[in-house]
């Protein structure tokens, strides 16, 4: 790491990125405020903390490189342990949703096409290695990284597709295997998951010539534990009727607890949030600006859809509650409390929604209906994500036959807007209307 | 030689009536000396030929036609003689047909799970998948047990054997000793698929006397991939007098071709033998590893290019693939990719395709 770089992030940090980032925002914010919808609540105030915090983010990842190690982390990975040793992390995942967000998916996918990726493989993976092979981005540059860690506990996918960064970038990969929970998870999965941890240790004190500091590790893990259960206690305000806030505003939301996990930053933007749901609740201010119909989401966002489907759903007086995919960094929480942070971990992970059986996802389910009173399910089948879409069909039929819940499944995708049909969507999404209208049971 | 042994299904039932429990298992490594040894007749679910009906009411279209075929199998009643299935972790789709089978569809029958460690291997990987074989060990004993440690420990010698044997056949076709067709070479070899290893054994060592002499006189090439499926590509090679002079075949050398390794504790043995197997992209091994070894396969079996022959939303395969192919091209080694879906045929297309390939290999 050089001197000059580490002055350099150090200057940008405390003082260069609030200016510049200041100055950028006064150019942008000339194109003015968009029309409000008046079937949408008052936009939360929050959001522009949040902007700022995203791009603030994003910003100071161009002068890391060189100042503090790099790592590329999926969204699954027990950041944690980076932190401890002064890692910059920046989340592809979260980065291939931004350009999906801004409609330059397919875009990006198309360069990972042009070398060799087939256009079935996920698409964050395709938009990922096409940023790679072209530089290409919505927000700026990304730092190379100088090394890489991936989680298999959201995918067996990410293990492939990190592995192909590390062969590309000649880098280390170091890889938390995470077993998947087909039934319980025994001793031996624990036992094997904590004995990778405590040898990731070894490897990242050999890679950051850094001595593994335990109470700097245990200190983060607590931030960490802090930040998910504030997260949790945000979608918990969506309990109430009307619900403060919609799924489309958690997609945006959940950033800091999937990106910034383990830093003051995280933890103090959720405190000012539930403070304003908390006196939206008070107040009786609701996301919609009539919510008669409560809805929960199963899998990853459509993110170039984004708006238009918040709008679509609005225009119905219906309102997307609870989501299977937000609460994944809030769910399996509680077992960071435990006394051994390396154990607490190993719990945390491997428990996420994607890492076990159908039935924990049916059951999580049926919890949800209860919980946030739910009227309808929408399942996104999505082509790219097959640990969270494999299995749905039977899904939304086991979901009507044990808690009389209608829903529908639309096709589509994460990040590429070539896998998307109108004409599809808008016919089963009409049906489900319907059924949903006439409380009547077989939607589409 | 392969037709002097019966058919699957006929198999079955005699081995049945001997006692033995037939057990369904899907792609693609498990343990099967575990099997052999509680008197389970493992009978593997690569790529039944089926067209696709039921299944897709449970499966997206973009789920691989493994995957698909698998579940067809089970849902038309193909597989009502099998006692239980074992699904081993091979991809996030056979993964998730594993919990749909067994929390969504009712089977009425166990359904067992093998989770193998994924690479970058580290001690932690080999204690792990040594824990995991007494894991399943012990999950089987209930409905097939108890585990009988002298019978465990000739499986694991018949293991070996088999292995050994495979070997041998492999570097005799590797050396151009071996006189047989691909079709036949692969008829045989596949056979391990369902026979036990007492009647595996002599196939392969009457397979090996009788095929001895020199093969195909065309150029050799490495076939890599899942399956040697389409039949059609074997024939077309064959056709074209093209001796396959090695494999990188999930369902073939990936994971059959142990090294001899031996330990006085058979399961230990066994864990040895597994971190020994080539490099394979389900158990994503590191790119580097999986181009070396294709290298050097083909450069000792004399073979001028490599067919990938992918399937379809296969993604452990389509991701190793663009590396694979730059570097290997780098290295000068001619490749040809083709994306085909089991029992599906052969497009002309695609047969001209591998004929102009073996062509330019002259």
Same mark, same amino acid.
């Given at each position: 790491?050089?001197?000059?770089?580490?002055?350099?992030?150090?200057?940008?940090?405390?003082?260069?990125?609030?200016?510049l980032?200041?100055?950028?925002?006064?150019?942008?914010?000339?194109?003015?405020?968009?029309?409000?919808?008046?079937?949408?609540?008052?936009?939360?105030?929050?959001?522009?903390?949040?902007?700022?915090?995203?791009?603030?983010?994003?910003?100071?990842?161009?002068?890391?490189?060189?100042?503090?190690p790099?790592?590329?982390?999926?969204?699954?990975?027990?950041?944690?342990?980076?932190?401890?040793?002064?890692?910059?992390?920046?989340?592809?995942?979260?980065?291939?949703?931004?350009?999906?967000?801004?409609?330059?998916?397919?875009?990006?996918?198309?360069?990972?096409?042009?070398r060799?990726?087939?256009?079935?493989?996920?698409?964050?993976?395709?938009?990922?290695?096409?940023?790679?092979?072209?530089?290409?981005?919505?927000?700026?540059?990304?730092?190379?990284?100088?090394?890489?860690?991936?989680?298999?506990?959201?995918?067996?996918?990410?293990?492939y597709?990190?592995?192909?960064?590390?062969?590309?970038?000649?880098i280390?990969?170091?890889?938390?295997?995470t077993?998947?929970?087909?039934?319980e998870?025994?001793?031996?999965?624990?036992?094997?998951?904590?004995?990778?941890?405590?040898?990731?240790?070894?490897?990242?004190?050999?890679?950051?010539?850094?001595?593994?500091n335990?109470?700097?590790?245990?200190?983060?893990?607590?931030?960490?534990?802090?930040?998910?259960?504030?997260?949790?206690?945000?979608?918990?305000?969506?309990?109430?009727?009307?619900?403060?806030?919609?799924?489309?505003?958690?997609?945006?939301?959940?950033?800091?607890?999937?990106?910034?996990?383990?830093?003051?930053?995280?933890?103090?933007?959720?405190?000012?949030?539930i403070?304003?749901?908390?006196?939206?609740?008070?107040?009786?201010?609701?996301?919609?600006?009539?919510?008669?119909?409560?809805?929960?989401?199963?899998?990853?966002?459509?993110?170039?859809k984004?708006?238009?489907?918040?709008?679509?759903?609005?225009?119905?007086?219906?309102?997307?509650?609870?989501?299977?995919?937000?609460?994944?960094?809030?769910?399996?929480?509680d077992?960071?409390?435990?006394?051994?942070?390396?154990?607490?971990?190993?719990?945390?992970?491997?428990?996420?929604?994607?890492?076990?059986?159908l039935?924990?996802?049916?059951?999580?389910?049926?919890?949800?209906?209860?919980?946030?009173?739910?009227?309808?399910?929408?399942?996104?089948?999505?082509?790219?994500?097959?640990?969270?879409?494999?299995?749905?069909?039977?899904?939304?039929?086991?979901?009507?036959?044990?808690?009389?819940?209608?829903?529908?499944?639309?096709?589509?995708?994460?990040?590429?807007?070539?896998?998307?049909?109108?004409?599809?969507v808008?016919?089963?999404?009409?049906?489900?209307?319907e059924?949903?209208?006439?409380?009547?049971?077989?939607?589409? | 030689?392969?037709?002097?042994?019966?058919?699957?299904?006929?198999?079955?039932?005699?081995?049945?009536?001997?006692?033995?429990?037939?057990?369904?298992?899907?792609?693609?490594?498990?343990?099967?000396?575990?099997?052999?040894?509680?008197?389970?007749?493992?009978?593997?679910?690569?790529?039944?030929?089926?067209?696709?009906?039921?299944?897709?009411?449970?499966l997206?279209?973009?789920?691989?036609?493994?995957?698909?075929?698998?579940?067809?199998?089970?849902?038309?009643?193909?597989?009502?003689?099998?006692?239980?299935?074992?699904?081993?972790?091979?991809c996030?789709?056979?993964?998730?047909?594993?919990?749909?089978?067994?929390?969504?569809?009712?089977?009425?029958?166990?359904?067992?799970?093998?989770?193998?460690?994924?690479?970058?291997?580290r001690?932690?990987?080999?204690?792990?998948?040594?824990?995991?074989?007494?894991?399943?060990?012990?999950?089987?004993?209930?409905?097939?047990?108890?585990?009988?440690?002298?019978?465990l420990?000739?499986?694991?010698?018949?293991?070996?054997?088999?292995?050994?044997?495979?070997?041998?056949?492999?570097?005799?076709?590797?050396?151009?000793?071996?006189?047989?067709?691909?079709?036949?070479?692969?008829?045989?070899?596949?056979l391990?698929?369902?026979?036990?290893?007492?009647?595996?054994?002599?196939?392969?060592?009457?397979?090996?006397?009788?095929?001895?002499?020199?093969?195909?006189?065309?150029?050799?090439?490495?076939?890599?991939?899942? *399956?040697?499926?389409? $039949?059609?590509?074997?024939?077309? @090679?064959?056709?074209?007098? &093209?001796r %396959?002079?090695?494999? =990188?075949?999930?369902?073939?050398?990936?994971?059959?071709?142990?090294?001899?390794?031996?330990?006085?504790?058979?399961?230990?043995?066994?864990?040895?033998?597994?971190?020994?197997?080539?490099?394979?992209?389900?158990?994503?091994?590191?790119?580097?590893?999986?181009?070396?070894?294709?290298?050097?396969?083909?450069?000792?079996?004399?073979?001028?290019?490599?067919?990938?022959?992918?399937?379809?939303?296969?993604?452990?395969? *389509?991701?190793?693939? $663009?590396?694979?192919?730059?570097? @290997?091209?780098?290295?000068? &080694?001619? %490749?040809?990719?083709? =994306?085909?879906?089991?029992?599906?045929?052969?497009?002309?297309?695609?047969?001209?395709?591998?004929?102009?390939?073996?062509?330019?290999?002259?």
């Amino acid at each position: 790491m050089s001197l000059a770089k580490k002055i350099e992030y150090w200057f940008m940090k405390d003082i260069g990125a609030d200016l510049l980032m200041k100055f950028g925002g006064a150019a942008k914010k000339k194109k003015g405020p968009s029309k409000p919808n008046p079937k949408l609540g008052p936009r939360l105030e929050a959001s522009a903390v949040l902007q700022r915090i995203i791009a603030r983010h994003y910003f100071m990842s161009r002068f890391a490189k060189g100042a503090m190690p790099v790592a590329w982390v999926t969204s699954g990975a027990p950041v944690e342990l980076l932190r401890a040793f002064g890692f910059y992390t920046v989340y592809p995942e979260n980065h291939s949703a931004l350009c999906g967000a801004a409609k330059r998916g397919a875009e990006i996918c198309q360069v990972a096409e042009e070398r060799g990726y087939a256009s079935e493989l996920c698409s964050y993976a395709r938009v990922d290695l096409g940023h790679l092979f072209s530089g290409k981005t919505p927000v700026g540059l990304l730092p190379k990284p100088d090394i890489l860690f991936c989680t298999t506990n959201i995918c067996a996918t990410v293990g492939y597709w990190y592995k192909a960064i590390a062969h590309y970038l000649q880098i280390p990969l170091i890889q938390l295997d995470t077993p998947f929970n087909f039934t319980e998870m025994t001793q031996a999965d624990e036992d094997y998951i904590v004995a990778q941890l405590h040898e990731s240790v070894e490897e990242l004190e050999k890679f950051s010539g850094r001595k593994f500091n335990y109470n700097e590790f245990v200190r983060i893990c607590e931030m960490s534990h802090a930040t998910s259960m504030l997260w949790g206690e945000v979608l918990d305000t969506m309990k109430t009727k009307p619900s403060p806030m919609t799924i489309f505003d958690a997609f945006t939301q959940m950033l800091p607890v999937v990106s910034l996990r383990g830093l003051p930053v995280a933890k103090n933007y959720y405190e000012i949030l539930i403070e304003e749901l908390q006196q939206r609740v008070k107040d009786g201010v609701g996301a919609l600006a009539n919510e008669r119909k409560r809805l929960m989401w199963d899998n990853i966002a459509v993110w170039f859809k984004l708006n238009d489907l918040s709008k679509l759903f609005a225009e119905h007086d219906m309102n997307f509650v609870v989501a299977t995919y937000t609460s994944s960094w809030s769910s399996t929480q509680d077992h960071m409390s435990n006394a051994d942070p390396f154990k607490g971990i190993a719990q945390t992970y491997s428990r996420t929604i994607l890492n076990c059986n159908l039935n924990h996802r049916l059951h999580t389910m049926q919890q949800s209906i209860e919980d946030w009173d739910v009227d309808g399910l929408v399942i996104h089948s999505a082509r790219s994500c097959k640990p969270y879409s494999v299995g749905q069909y039977d899904l939304k039929r086991l979901v009507l036959e044990r808690f009389d819940v209608p829903s529908v499944v639309i096709e589509a995708d994460i990040a590429d807007e070539r896998v998307w049909s109108d004409e599809q969507v808008r016919t089963r999404l009409e049906a489900f209307f319907e059924a949903l209208e006439d409380d009547g049971r077989e939607a589409a | 030689m392969a037709e002097k042994t019966a058919s699957r299904g006929a198999y079955i039932t005699e081995k049945k009536q001997a006692g033995l429990r037939p057990v369904g298992v899907f792609p693609a490594q498990y343990p099967k000396e575990i099997l052999w040894a509680l008197g389970i007749l493992p009978v593997e679910i690569w790529d039944p030929p089926l067209d696709i009906s039921t299944a897709g009411a449970h499966l997206q279209p973009y789920v691989c036609s493994i995957v698909q075929s698998g579940l067809e199998l089970i849902l038309n009643g193909g597989a009502e003689e099998m006692e239980a299935f074992l699904f081993p972790h091979t991809c996030d789709s056979v993964q998730n047909l594993a919990t749909v089978v067994n929390d969504y569809i009712d089977l009425n029958k166990p359904c067992y799970f093998f989770f193998h460690p994924k690479a970058p291997y580290r001690q932690s990987s080999r204690d792990y998948y040594y824990n995991q074989l007494k894991r399943l060990a012990k999950e089987l004993e209930p409905q097939f047990g108890p585990m009988d440690a002298e019978k465990l420990k000739t499986a694991v010698a018949q293991g070996a054997k088999v292995a050994e044997l495979l070997r041998q056949i492999y570097m005799l076709r590797a050396q151009n000793r071996l006189a047989c067709s691909a079709v036949e070479f692969y008829k045989t070899i596949r056979l391990g698929e369902y026979l036990l290893p007492e009647d595996f054994i002599p196939v392969l060592e009457d397979f090996m006397l009788g095929a001895g002499g020199q093969g195909p006189s065309g150029p050799a090439v490495v076939l890599s991939g899942v *399956l040697p499926n389409p $039949p059609e590509i074997l024939q077309t @090679l064959d056709e074209m007098d &093209v001796r %396959i002079g090695n494999d =990188d075949l999930l369902a073939c050398s990936r994971r059959m071709i142990a090294p001899p390794v031996h330990d006085d504790d058979p399961l230990m043995q066994m864990t040895k033998a597994y971190f020994g197997l080539p490099p394979c992209s389900t158990k994503n091994s590191p790119t580097d590893e999986r181009l070396d070894y294709l290298q050097v396969i083909s450069e000792r079996s004399g073979a001028k290019g490599i067919i990938f022959n992918m399937v379809k939303f296969c993604e452990t395969e *389509l991701f190793d693939i $663009p590396q694979l192919e730059e570097a @290997l091209k780098k290295r000068g &080694v001619p %490749i040809l990719v083709v =994306d085909t879906e089991i029992n599906q045929g052969f497009s002309g297309q695609l047969a001209t395709r591998i004929e102009a390939f073996i062509e330019m290999l002259g």
